[in-house]
């Protein structure tokens, strides 16, 4: 018969260090630099998801997979439209705005880390286009194919936590970028519809971060308010 020999309560555990080195150095670097120089400010909305919803699952029917991130970069995309100034870059005291909309949407890695590679062209695609465009990233992603250019040709950045419990948060700018949109959780809340009923909706929380010397308050507010009814009234066409 053998005895478990327990650790004496006194003892020490050695701490795991993490080197902040490599790519782990990089985006570290990245995060501090971006907080130091930029002047961020974070605008909360929420907006009702259903739309968003059923038009996941109308695609499904139609035999094509997209993620509720998938239908957001759509919207995203057509309310940047209405509001080129957050489809810019803030680089050498100048605010460039692009003609062409580079969507960056942030994809956690293994090992805690991080990359936000970017659909190019985004402006110029169809929904399905977007769709394949976004799966072959994340799969690029996680085996270290992604091009130099699509790390560093961003104009707006998409975060999602959508699967957490984390409804608002306050994205960090992807430097140069001058906009950030964070997407939360979408659960089931008390939504006013109609004339004043009350119904449980998947309400969805949007936070977007913006470098304050490129965009004043009101456009990013205005940015936001449009993007929430693009939501709201989203449709397949």
């Known amino acids: 018969m053998t005895t478990e020999i327990q650790p004496r309560a006194d003892a020490e555990i050695p701490d795991r260090i993490i080197p902040l080195t490599g790519m782990r150095g990089m ?3 990245k995060m501090k630099e971006s907080i130091s120089t930029s002047a961020q400010l974070t605008h909360i909305a929420e907006c009702d998801a259903t739309a968003l919803n059923a038009a996941k699952a109308q695609l499904a029917e139609r035999g094509l997979k997209a993620s509720v991130e998938d239908l957001l970069v ?7 439209r209405k509001h080129p100034s957050l489809n810019a870059t803030l680089e050498e005291n100048a605010i460039r705005v692009k003609s062409a909309m580079n969507i960056s949407c942030a994809i956690a890695l293994p090992g805690d880390l991080l990359v936000a590679p970017t659909i190019l062209n985004a402006d110029r695609m169809s929904l399905e286009e977007r769709i394949v465009a976004r799966r072959d990233l994340v799969e ?6 992604l091009s130099v250019k699509e790390m560093t040709a961003g104009t707006f950045t998409l975060s999602n936590i959508g699967l957490s419990r984390v409804r608002y948060f306050t994205p960090i700018l992807n430097m140069p970028q001058v906009a950030i949109l ?4 979408a659960g089931l809340r008390p939504w006013v519809v109609g004339e004043g009923r009350i119904e449980a909706r998947p309400v969805m929380g949007l936070s977007l971060t913006f470098d304050h010397r490129a965009v004043n308050g009101a456009p990013a507010a205005n940015f936001l308010t449009d993007l929430c009814q693009a939501i709201e009234q989203f449709k397949i066409e």
């Open 27 to 29: 985006i570290a670097s």
């Open 182 to 185: 964070g997407i939360g959780e």
């Open 74 to 80: 759509h919207a995203v995309v057509s309310s940047l």
């Open 140 to 145: 690029r992603a996680r085996i270290n194919k």
